[in-house]
């Protein structure tokens, strides 16, 4: 196959998954929440610490698994809620994706100031219609 028709093969191949982008938003119940249990707000923490993840009003279900009323964890260190909620969160060194249905981890940071927040994702890692995020901690690390 040429390079013309590969490309044009795979571009067929995409449009079904970019029609379907809609398709992967889901909706949270109006009640939900996510919280921190683990650390408070304004702690000051050593360079490995525990972060411990809530839920109220939501189930947690693996990446992958489409179920109503569920969704994963994403943690953001430093870094603010995406604009575009529409889409997949990337992952990266700043969002990172608990998508196993982990409730706690383990996060090693430099030493100073630090942000986290917390973001459920669905299934395919989109946050909801009404993103279910919770509100921004801060962390001294010594």
């Known amino acids: 196959m040429n390079r013309f028709a590969t490309t044009f ?7 079904p998954l970019m029609a379907s982008a809609d398709s992967m938003v889901s909706t949270a119940p109006e009640n939900a929440d996510v919280y921190f249990i683990q650390p408070p707000d304004g702690a000051t923490v050593d360079s490995t610490f525990k972060v411990v993840f809530g839920l109220q009003n939501m189930g947690v279900a693996p990446a992958g698994v489409e179920r109503d009323g ?7 260190i ?7 909620m529409s889409k997949p969160l990337p992952a990266t ?3 990172r994706h608990f998508g196993g249905g982990q409730t706690e981890t383990e996060v090693t940071l430099p030493p100073g100031k630090h942000t986290l927040q917390l973001l459920l994702g669905n299934y395919a890692h989109v946050p909801h219609s009404k993103p279910v995020v919770s509100e921004k901690i801060t962390v001294m690390v010594k």
């Open 70 to 76: 569920t969704g994963h964890h994403h943690l953001l």
């Open 93 to 95: 060194d700043q969002i």
């Open 78 to 84: 430093n870094t603010d809620a995406p604009s575009d």
């Open 9 to 15: 093969y795979f571009a067929l191949l995409a449009i």
